[in-house]
Structures are given as structure tokens and as C-alpha cells.
């Protein structure tokens, strides 16, 4: 690491990196995931292994558990009402050697994202509808990640009020 990206506390890209960063996007943390390639942290979200990108806005949760950062990358996948519904892909694990801080980081910049969210309970199951911050936009993105097998009408049947509590909340 040079000495000026140490004196302003930043990292510098670890050599294997498959992606390209935006000019102003700035790397946070990385790791070695195994067999090699890097997972890198950066402002706008999460490099994955492969050299893909996942928005910190489309990450639904991120937990550390059996020395392996498991992520749960949301499909923008139409609207509901104002809102971007989202569908979660199934729990990726991605084991790393040597974390460091990794997986902190990426555990605080999504709940980070996060500016109000709210529980409404359907038949079928129920969805979060979330207000988040979404990395080199202005403003907020309204979202709603309904559980599997919730009713599809009640969900668009309930989302005006609770899209409208939501804006109402502080954040």
C-alpha cells in the first residue's frame, strides 16, 4: 500500500481484481475469497469473486458465520406501486481467507442503506418495505422484498398505505 493511500485510510485494489471501478468509487476493504480471487468493499457496493458488482442497495442481508461472508444479493424485478420489488436469489457463501474487515464493513454499509423500514404482514407471508440510500444518486429508493408465497394483489393492495407510512418515518 503506498504511503499516501495509508495517510487518507484507503485501500488500494489487491491484485487479481476482475472488475473496473467508476472514476470516483473508492475501495474500502477487500479479502481473498478461496481459490484466489479478491471480494473487494468499495463506495458504491461489493465486488464479487467473478468481477461483478452488487450494489450495497441490492444487498438484502450479509452475515459472517463458518469463516465465510454469506450474502443475499435482491432482483430488481418491476414495481409496486412507487416501490421497486425485490426478490432475494438464494444465500451465497463466499469463504475467505484472512478476512480482516471485511465482512464488518459490509455487514454496516447494508444496514447503512437502510434509512426506515416497516413489517407489513400478508396472507401467504408478508413483506419489508425499506427506504434506502443508494450510492452515487440522490435521494431514496423506495423497496419492497415480499416473503415467498405472499399473495401478490394484497401485497399491491397494501402497499399505498404502508409506502405512505414509510415516507412519513424520519430518515
Request: proline share 7%; hydrophobic share 40%.
Given at each position: 500500500?503506498?504511503?499516501?493511500?495509508?495517510?487518507?485510510?484507503?485501500e488500494?485494489?489487491?491484485?487479481?481484481?476482475?472488475?473496473?471501478?467508476?472514476?470516483?468509487?473508492?475501495?474500502?476493504?477487500?479479502?481473498?475469497?478461496?481459490?484466489?480471487?479478491?471480494?473487494?468493499?468499495?463506495?458504491?457496493?461489493?465486488?464479487l469473486?467473478?468481477?461483478?458488482?452488487?450494489?450495497?442497495?441490492?444487498?438484502?442481508?450479509?452475515?459472517?458465520?463458518?469463516?465465510?461472508?454469506?450474502?443475499?444479493?435482491?432482483?430488481?424485478?418491476?414495481?409496486?406501486?412507487?416501490?421497486?420489488?425485490?426478490?432475494?436469489?438464494?444465500?451465497?457463501?463466499?469463504p475467505?481467507?484472512?478476512?480482516?474487515?471485511?465482512?464488518?464493513?459490509?455487514?454496516t454499509?447494508?444496514?447503512?442503506?437502510?434509512?426506515?423500514?416497516?413489517?407489513?404482514?400478508?396472507?401467504?407471508?408478508?413483506?419489508?418495505?425499506?427506504?434506502?440510500?443508494?450510492?452515487?444518486?440522490?435521494g431514496?429508493?423506495?423497496?419492497?422484498?415480499?416473503?415467498?408465497?405472499?399473495?401478490?394483489?394484497?401485497?399491491?393492495?397494501?402497499?399505498?398505505?404502508?409506502?405512505?407510512?414509510?415516507?412519513?418515518?424520519?430518515?
Open positions: 500500500m503506498s504511503w499516501l493511500h495509508r495517510l487518507l485510510g484507503r488500494e485494489l489487491p491484485e487479481g481484481f476482475a472488475g473496473t471501478l467508476t472514476g470516483d468509487e473508492r475501495v474500502l476493504a477487500s479479502a481473498t475469497a478461496r481459490g484466489g480471487a479478491p471480494v473487494v468493499a468499495t463506495s458504491l457496493g461489493v465486488w469473486p467473478e468481477g461483478r458488482l452488487v450494489g450495497w442497495h441490492l444487498v438484502s442481508k450479509a452475515t459472517w458465520a463458518d469463516d465465510a461472508l454469506w450474502l443475499v444479493e435482491a432482483d430488481e424485478c418491476g414495481t409496486v406501486d412507487e416501490a421497486v420489488l425485490l426478490m432475494d436469489r438464494s444465500p451465497r457463501q463466499l475467505l481467507e484472512q478476512p480482516g474487515r471485511l465482512p464488518e464493513l459490509v455487514h454499509r447494508v444496514t447503512g442503506s437502510i434509512r426506515a423500514r416497516q413489517r407489513v404482514e400478508l396472507p401467504g407471508g408478508g413483506a419489508w418495505f425499506l427506504r434506502r440510500s443508494v450510492p452515487g444518486r440522490d431514496l429508493v423506495l423497496q419492497v422484498r415480499p416473503d415467498p408465497g405472499t399473495d401478490e394483489d394484497a401485497l399491491r393492495a397494501a402497499a399505498p398505505e404502508a409506502i405512505a407510512r414509510l415516507k412519513a418515518t424520519p430518515g
